[in-house]
T-cell receptor, first 113, second 113 residues
Framework: EAGVVQSPRYKIIEKKQPVAFWCNPI?????LYWYLQNLGQGPELLIR????????DSQLPKDRFSAERLKGVDSTLKIQPAELGDSAVYLC???????????FGQGTRLTVV | SQQGEEDPQALSIQEGENATMNCSYK?????LQWYRQNSGRGLVHLIL?????REKHSGRLRVTLDTSKKSSSLLITASRAADTASYFC?????????????FGQGTILTVHP
């Protein structure tokens, strides 16, 4: 079975520019997570979806971040405009059901210059 | 916000020795999960233990959970150089936050050949 696929793997942008990350979860997985991970830190939850519904977006900086999960499958995370402090690895994960093991993609490493 | 706190932050051992990592958390959980992260494979799920379980084994891994102390430990027996990685505990919530998965800061394990 294919794992969680994220693209792009790396992205370098100038500050104030927009950027988007894409995630294709494992087929049949209802729960989708977006995390942000800074170097030397654990992943921090940005948003969690159950099917197409964002059930937890309390940690998402809504002034510049947005996300969507079309038809409860693929998801896109967008930052507009990007700031220097947004440089991090953005991880997508999915799980079959809530409170089961999560499978992670390889992440997108964002560098804002 | 991150609920789990791992201890120690870093651990250095010789191949063949056992490695023990601890995780403490603050609020009631549905389950606790352990993940490994190295540069080659990203975040990989190791084991999930539910709040009504006290101990779980998987190969060379042994996880214990003490809900009265709000703590868990991960024991890796007969460690190998390939076990070198960062290890994270993640707490799965119940109640109104059912399905939320929050990571700690991690323990960096180095196994010397």
């Amino acid at each position: 079975e294919a794992g969680v696929v994220q693209s792009p793997r790396y992205k370098i942008i100038e500050k104030k520019q927009p950027v988007a990350f894409w995630c294709n979860p494992i087929s049949g997985h209802n729960t989708l997570y977006w995390y942000l991970q800074n170097l030397g830190q654990g992943p921090e939850l940005l948003i969690r979806y159950e099917n197409e519904e964002a059930v937890d977006d309390s940690q998402l900086p809504k002034d510049r971040f947005s996300a969507e999960r079309l038809k409860g499958v693929d998801s896109t995370l967008k930052i507009q405009p990007a700031e220097l402090g947004d440089s991090a690895v953005y991880l997508c994960a999915s799980s079959r059901l809530e409170n089961t093991e999560a499978f992670f993609g390889q992440g997108t490493r964002l560098t804002v210059v | 916000s991150q609920q789990g706190e791992e201890d120690p932050q870093a651990l250095s051992i010789q191949e063949g020795e056992n490695a023990t990592m601890n995780c403490s958390y603050k609020t009631s959980i549905n389950n606790l999960q352990w993940y490994r992260q190295n540069s080659g494979r990203g975040l990989v799920h190791l084991i999930l233990i539910r709040s009504n379980e006290r101990e779980k084994h998987s190969g060379r891994l042994r996880v214990t959970l003490d809900t009265s102390k709000k703590s868990s430990s991960l024991l890796i027996t007969a460690s190998r150089a390939a076990d070198t990685a960062s290890y994270f505990c993640a707490t799965g919530y119940g109640g109104t936050s059912y399905g939320k998965l929050t990571f700690g800061q991690g323990t960096i394990l180095t196994v010397h050949p």
